[in-house]
């Protein structure tokens, strides 16, 4: 992502920020022979879009009381937990971080506290009576999990974060990055207490061969105007500090070390604190340019920030996983969670990728191998009932696991393998078949008494396109008799709904046509209809979100590459539409409602 974070503005000293969520970053990357930008012949372009909001992330604006922010609220109902996330001076309402960090599991509530909406346009004092108000609205709202939440907050945002933590009740958990541990630039209120600003020592502030502005050195010490120190030893949170060595906004360092003596000399809990060496001072989500010097709005003019862009940019990454599994320790559902087996295809191995990501929308996710790996046999050949069946024992006696029902996600052979699972086992109470078949293809199916022959394939349907490439579409032998063809799956003893993905363009074989016939199967049994959701231009691997598609490769049965469709944009918009689909499919029938989980999670 080096092509992102090294990017430098047009105009100096703007700081890149992102001030609509529902709209992407498009980057555009021009490839020039040549190393004049302006000379050379145009080789290749692309375009990178970078979204700020994962599928199903809602977005609800607040004004409730004096309270004006944006709640983002996960694809699911809740609770979950909560979190306020704060910015600096300069002002207004940003929502990026927070519209990212619903995307993991978070309610996260982005809070403006000056220059917005009918808020002061000035900071001349900061009242925690208007913080509390948030924390509260927050508090009582249904999606949040109590009793307590946390707080994000950088630079500004950190020092009255901290002052939050101080004050107020019902703050668990809380981030700061390169925040002060004293007032600065204005007076900090709560009821009958006052924290007036520590001085500004203009005397000591350099300036730098470009005339830029160095302040790391223009504020006194809270320790010489000890009015000013924030009295952290009344928080009961936990906290994480998270310090670039290279701040030059002020001493973000000696804070975090200066906080970290108080507690202890009171007898609370060391804090984390995380430093980086060469970070700066605007340590932001991942990837983000390095803002190394911008217009500051207490100074009045440009001064320098700090850090070296590669080790900042480095920082960034590590810090966005630091305060989420800080977040998720303190604050994260204890369990249990609704549980799903996830399941791939032909390949073989252990893949986890989509599991995780699962897991980061509130569900316990097995990602189950069954050939290629480990101890398990080298060649799957049959396709043997009794070992998922063990599987879906282990995930129900999971103690972090909620029954008394799991969910199957399976894309291609493992759609089919999820199918048949859901077919003859118990306790499966939703399934999400992404370009399955419902057939038994190229292997038998064996469960207790119960065998399932495979339908068949003729290797002389395979066509060869003009690259070589194999196109192997229709090689399997047709389904005669359709949803009464012998080797068809008996979907319709399935105690849940199933949900059937088909892209149209799936050259590994018919998805669409082999959901058709899996709906008439259904139907003509007496079952519920099923939901059948067709993407035109769509091929056959539907990753989670912008995974690139895959076009062609190697084919196990087949031993060459072949041709697996798709258009490029429409697969892509086809995997973002699926993953908020399969996210509020299993969210509405594995019970992971409020009403029922609250009590639980």
């Known amino acids: 992502m080096g092509l992102l974070w090294a990017m430098e503005p047009d105009r100096p000293f703007w700081r890149l920020i992102k001030r609509d969520v529902q709209t992407p970053f498009v980057v555009e990357l021009e490839v020039l022979d040549g190393h004049e930008p302006d000379d050379g012949r145009l080789l290749a372009r692309a375009v990178h879009e970078r979204h700020f909001m994962a599928p199903g992330v809602r977005r609800v604006p607040v004004r409730e009381g004096r309270v004006r922010a944006t709640l983002f609220l996960p694809p699911e109902p809740g609770p979950y937990p909560g979190i306020v996330d704060l910015f600096g001076v300069g002002g207004g309402l940003l929502e990026y971080r927070a519209s990212l960090l619903a995307g993991r599991g978070f309610a996260v509530l982005a809070l403006a506290y000056y220059n917005y909406d009918d808020l002061p346009k000035s900071m001349d004092a900061m009242r925690m009576e208007y913080f509390e108000e948030a924390v509260n609205y927050l508090l009582s709202h249904p999606e949040v999990k109590g009793p307590g939440i946390g707080l994000l907050g950088i630079s500004k945002g950190g020092e009255l974060g901290l002052a939050m933590a101080s004050f107020l009740k019902g703050i668990k958990a809380a981030v700061f990055i390169n925040g002060s541990v004293a007032a600065v630039g204005n007076t900090i209120y709560y009821k009958d207490e006052t924290i007036p600003p520590v001085s500004f020592l203009r005397d000591r502030i350099k300036v730098t061969k470009d005339g830029l502005l160095d302040v790391v050195e223009g504020l006194q010490s809270p320790l010489v105007e000890t009015k000013s120190f924030i009295p952290v030893e009344r928080s009961d949170s936990t906290f994480l500090f998270l310090v670039g060595q290279d701040d030059h906004n002020w001493k973000s360092e000696f804070y975090a070390n200066e906080i970290s003596k108080r507690l202890q000399a009171h007898g609370k809990e060391k804090p984390q604190i995380i430093l980086y060496p060469e970070a700066g001072h605007y340590i932001e989500p991942p990837f983000f340019p390095l803002c190394k010097a911008g217009m500051h709005v207490l100074v009045g003019t440009n001064i320098i920030f700090g850090g070296e862009p590669k080790p900042h940019a480095m920082a960034q990454v590590d810090a966005w996983q630091q305060l989420q599994t800080f977040f998720h320790k303190h604050l994260g559902r204890e369990g249990p969670f609704p549980g799903i087996i996830d399941v791939y295809g032909v390949g073989g191995g252990l893949l986890e990728y989509r599991a995780s990501l699962m897991a980061s929308h509130g569900f316990a996710t097995l990602a189950l191998a069954f050939y290629d790996f480990e101890d398990l046999p080298k060649d799957f050949t049959i396709v043997e009932v009794d070992y998922f069946e063990e599987a879906v024992c282990y995930m129900l006696q999971h103690p972090k696991v909620k029954g008394p ?197």
């Open 405 to 601: 029902d799991i969910g199957l996600l399976g894309l291609s052979l493992g759609a089919d393998i999820c199918l048949t699972m859901a077919s003859f086992l118990k306790n499966v109470s939703a399934t999400v078949s992404i370009n399955g078949s419902a057939f038994s293809g190229n292997r038998h199916i064996l469960y207790q008494q119960t065998m399932i022959p495979p339908l068949g394939h003729d290797l002389r349907r395979v066509k060869v396109a003009f690259s070589g490439i194999l196109d192997i579409v229709d090689i399997r032998n047709d389904p005669v008799g359709g949803c009464e063809n012998p080797s068809m799956i008996p979907i319709e003893q399935a105690k849940g709904p199933i949900l059937f993905i088909a892209g149209q363009d799936d050259h590994c074989w018919r998805s669409e046509l082999y959901a058709q016939i899996a709906l008439q199967r259904l139907q003509a049994r007496g079952k519920e209809r099923p939901q059948v959701i067709s993407y035109p231009g769509a091929g056959h691997y539907i990753e989670p979100p912008y995974f690139p598609m895959c076009p062609a490769s190697l084919h196990k049965i087949v031993n060459r590459a072949v041709h697996w469709g798709g258009e490029v944009r429409a697969h892509s918009r086809a995997q973002i539409d699926t993953w908020k689909q399969i996210l509020a499919f299993f969210g509405r029938h594995l019970e992971s409602t409020q009403s029922r989980a609250s009590s639980r999670l």
